[in-house]
């Protein structure tokens, strides 16, 4: 997969090279009405309702009608489903795709329900998985959707040389994933999937991959008729199952959604249809944007919500009335400064810690309490697994540094003058400040320090390389859970196979940590559990990543907007359940 970096995590990315923004969430990721506090993060729980059926439960006061408007500042990437994988698309998407299986947001937690398919069942040796699809569910056009659609669309993520973007667990889990190249290159006979009858679809897998239902959930599994695949072109208008489809599209810049009239909410249990249009526009200046939409001076203003992260500027605002435009939720995310082990050795590593200005580069990167919360483990406590154990020195996402700390370890170590580099953003004044904080630090801490400045147009690519000569900040400067389990962070992160794919915290190669993910990756989901909090706390003590802070999701919507759920699977607002007032 690419980094999944949140539409906040663009933008702090590009500050201080950090993923989502967020803070304490409400409990229920709602409204924040009168609460004084920014709240707290709280635990997900891995929760199933095999049973669950449409429609979904009515959101109380909900009323239908009006065009809801929504800004940001980041553009999404794509809309092909099968290349989504940021989590503004990803959210998106959940109006337009429906997928073998889905969350429902039920008092703010996720829960795992039924959507096109049944949550599956698993042979007794673990590799073989059956869904159930349930009949009569259509296209946007009207057409039916068959199982051989859904068998197609996973066949079609194997073609990573087209799509890059997407989810890349099926090359890993899936029979012979690592050799087929989707159906383009390798044809459409694939043993990793295959179809019985007209409404059972059957996949293999090379070992066991116990959260496969969860992983279901994402847009890349939705079901795309072979003969409607435009390929590169098929971004531009998707077919819709959702309860909404693309009316107008403008790359870069706008989507004008429309009620999609061949979606049937008696098979859904998760979405709901209030709206008559869901208009997103992108690229205005993000403060502007949120002022405009706290003050509601107009009706267009005042049905709007921006989901770009609550600035800190506006802060003082939110009092009075006003507090009710506050939108405040849980996200998946923790946001880290990468340390390349390859390259510093681990009482260098601690020596960085030590040194490093935390509470002085939260201050110039303009985060609050109301989107981040000081990290100090690998799980951020939303998700399962997640055990909060007494912090490692200098691992607390707070304090101003201990620079003659970090000189006497660099001395102890023999290393006094060792070089620390990294990339950073060099047109914007911000990124160029948090640089300079982490450079006066590491200086004064006895390191030789080499920042190297880049345009915005080429930061991404910078960090992203491995091989570059540089040993600190790469990326993923972040990572957000692209379920509720340990499964979707350190088998992605801390594995070997992690440096190839480009998404490594600390580029580790070690055949024994390796099996040991892999063991536990492979135990249900419920033994599971606790073995990833055992290991979140091993692989923090290797100091592979400073941790910054967990995300969270604080956005203002406008007057006329309805109560807004947080979704916290993506850390952002559940648009499947927005409506307007009037």
């Known amino acids: 997969m690419a980094r999944r970096l949140n539409v906040a995590v663009a933008a702090t990315a590009a500050v201080a090279l950090g993923l989502t923004g967020c803070s304490s969430p409400s409990s229920n990721n709602e409204n924040s009405g009168n609460k004084a506090d920014t709240g707290k993060i709280t635990q997900q729980q891995n929760a199933l309702d095999p049973n669950a059926k449409g429609p979904a439960p009515e959101v109380p006061g909900a009323r239908k009608g009006g065009t809801l408007q929504v800004v940001a500042q980041t553009t999404p990437n794509t809309f092909d489903p099968t290349d989504i994988y940021y989590v503004d698309s990803n959210e998106i998407g959940k109006l337009l795709f429906r997928t073998p299986t889905q969350f429902d947001i039920r008092n703010g937690k996720p829960t795992l329900v039924p959507d096109l398919t049944d949550l599956g069942t698993v042979s007794a040796d673990k590799l073989t998985w059956t869904f159930k699809m349930q009949p009569g569910i259509k296209y946007e056009d009207g057409t039916p959707i068959k199982v051989e659609d859904l068998a197609y669309a996973i066949k079609r993520s194997f073609a990573h040389d087209i799509y890059a973007n997407g989810p890349s667990y099926q090359m890993q889990f899936f029979k012979d994933g690592e050799k087929y190249k989707g159906p383009y290159k390798s044809g459409d006979n694939y043993s990793g999937v295959e179809t019985q009858g ?28 072979k003969a409607k695949d435009t390929k590169q072109d098929y971004k531009n208008h998707p077919l819709a199952t959702g309860p909404y489809m693309f009316k107008s599209y403008v790359p870069g810049t706008s989507l004008n959604l429309v009620k999609n009239p061949h979606w049937d909410a008696n098979t859904d249990a998760a979405r709901h249809q209030y709206l008559d249009g869901i208009d997103f526009a992108w690229g205005a200046d993000a403060v ?7 003050n509601s001076k107009n009706p267009k203003d005042a049905s709007t919500i921006s989901y770009d992260v609550l600035d800190a500027t506006l802060i003082p605002q939110l009092n009075g009335e006003k507090k009710s435009q506050l939108v405040q939720g849980e996200s998946p995310c923790t946001i880290v400064v990468n340390m390349d082990t390859r390259k510093i050795p681990l009482e260098v590593r601690k020596a960085i810690a030590k040194a490093y200005p935390s509470d002085q580069i939260w201050k110039v990167a303009g985060l609050n309490d109301y989107v981040a919360e000081p990290a100090s483990t690998v799980l951020p406590p939303s998700v399962p697994g997640y055990t909060k154990y007494e912090p490692l020195p200098d691992l607390t996402g707070r304090g101003t540094g201990d620079p003659e700390g970090a000189k006497k370890l660099l001395e102890a170590a023999g290393k006094l003058g060792f070089e620390v580099s990294w990339y950073f953003d060099n047109t914007k004044p911000q990124t160029q400040q948090t640089s300079q904080v982490r450079a006066d630090a590491l200086t004064k801490a006895g390191f030789k320090v080499k920042p190297i400045g880049v345009a915005t147009a080429d930061l991404r690519a910078k960090l992203s390389n491995y091989d570059a000569p540089v040993n600190l900040g790469q990326s993923p400067s972040g990572w957000c859970s692209d379920w509720p389990s340990g499964g979707s962070w350190f088998p992605v992160l801390f594995q070997t196979h992690s440096i190839a794919d480009g998404q490594s915290w600390g580029m580790l190669s070690d055949p024994a940590l390796d099996k040991e993910i892999n063991d536990v990756a492979n135990l249900p989901a419920d033994q599971a559990t606790a073995k990833w909090a055992e290991l979140d706390k091993k692989i923090m003590g290797m100091y592979v990543a400073i941790p910054r802070y967990y995300d969270k999701m604080a956005v203002l919507q406008g007057t006329n907007v309805g109560t807004t759920v947080g979704d916290p699977t993506m850390g952002m607002p559940l648009f499947t359940s927005m409506y307007l007032k009037s």
Do not use: E
């Open 198 to 225: 007209t409404d059972t679809l059957i996949i293999h897998l090379a070992k066991p991959f116990s959260d496969l239902p969860f992983y279901m959930t994402f847009p890349m599994f939705t079901p795309i008729p």
């Open 288 to 294: 502007k944007a949120q002022q405009a939409v706290l």
